[in-house]
């Protein structure tokens, strides 16, 4: 099994990023996915999700209405549009598959948000 985050990078506050997280090994489209953050010193905490089948996306407050979650069934890949961005976005983003008990991470993509 194989998830590969990908289109971390440096942008300026207000700017936008797309994140991708292609996945292996694992049926994709029967899978329910999210993304997760981990800024320095602070724990991992919850970003947005989307459900296998019924593409239902959910997010916290302090990205919603700034983050869009996607998934291409046909391309193995989930992606997280981000607009607006903020320092206070700054971390380590990583993308999770979940299907009854099992869970798969990424290896994680770096965005850092400054001016």
């Known amino acids: 099994v194989q998830l590969v985050e990908s289109g971390g990078g440096l942008v300026q506050p207000g700017g936008s990023l797309r994140l991708s997280c292609v996945v292996s090994g694992v049926p994709f489209s029967r899978y329910d996915m999210s993304w997760y953050r981990q800024a320095p010193g602070k724990e991992r905490e919850f970003v947005a999700a989307?459900?296998?089948?019924?593409?239902?996306?959910n997010y916290p407050n302090s990205v919603k209405g700034r983050f869009t979650i996607s998934r291409d069934n046909a391309k193995n890949t989930l992606y997280l549009q981000m607009n607006n961005l903020k320092p206070e976005d700054t971390a380590v983003y990583y993308c999770?598959?979940?299907?009854?008990?099992?869970?798969?991470w990424g290896q994680g993509t770096q965005v850092t948000v400054s001016s």
């Open positions: 989307i459900q296998s089948y019924g593409y239902i996306p």
């Open positions: 999770k598959g979940s299907r009854g008990k099992y869970d798969y």
